[in-house]
């Protein structure tokens, strides 16, 4: 923090106070979910198939306006949607001229939510963030694909089946979190913006005995374009 404030000390302005301006943006999502475990997937002729988690990777838009409070200090309010969850690795065996595929197998959530936070402009165009961020779950799926291919009884199979599954009713319907991040306006004004949100309230509404509670971390990383109005 005193690093900060000894920066924001030295920063030069980029907009005039009492000054709006509106900033679209685009980009992705890297999230998972805590307390999300390995998963068994039962696979005929192979037994329970045990997958590790990794990070679901999804799609962000939205778009911020922003105050100019003070020559270095701006506050913004935003609305954006975007994809979020846990996903687990893909597996595949091959065996008698047969591969059997399990891929893109996650728990798929996207929220519309309301970011409102406080910018500190430490150095020219970049910009220290933080504040709260209220999300309203917009859906919740269960998603895998499985795929069989290869020739079996000297018979060609190329065969993939879609599973998708919701589980919103599993979900507490709003979601709140703490943004903290950075960004970067050039000179175009173009802005690169990189935000990790820290989930506060439970993703699962209720939970089994020994269960322990989930929470969203969400990685973003967009690319704006930032309009004075």
């Not at 962000?60 to 200090?73: I, K």
């Not at 150095?123 to 919740?140: D, E, H, I, N």
């Amino acid at each position: 923090m005193a690093t900060m404030m000894m920066a924001v000390m030295t920063a030069s302005a980029q907009y005039e106070p009492g000054t709006f301006s509106v900033q679209p943006r685009v980009g992705f999502t890297a999230s998972m979910m805590s307390n999300m475990e390995k998963i068994d997937i039962p696979i005929a002729g192979f037994g329970d198939v045990n997958l590790d988690t990794r990070p679901a990777v999804g799609l962000f838009v939205g778009a911020d306006m922003e105050y100019q409070l003070s020559p270095l200090v701006s506050l913004s309010a935003g609305l954006n949607w975007a994809q979020t969850g846990s996903g687990w690795e893909d597996w595949k065996h091959k065996e008698n001229g047969m591969t059997v595929e399990i891929k893109d197998t996650k728990a798929e959530t996207s929220y519309l939510s309301i970011p409102l936070t406080a910018n500190f402009y430490v150095w020219k165009g970049l910009a220290l963030r933080t504040g709260v961020q209220m999300g309203f779950l917009t859906s919740a799926k269960l998603k895998m694909t499985a795929t069989a291919s290869g020739t079996q009884n000297g018979l060609n199979v190329n065969q993939s089946t879609d599973v998708e599954e919701s589980f919103k009713d599993e979900c507490n319907k709003f979601d709140l979190s703490i943004p903290v991040g950075v960004s970067y306006e050039f000179n175009n004004h173009l802005v690169l913006d990189a935000r990790y949100n820290i989930g506060v309230t439970k993703v699962n509404k209720d939970k089994e005995p020994g269960e322990k509670d989930s929470r969203n971390g969400v990685f973003s990383l967009t690319i704006g374009y930032k309009i004075k109005l």
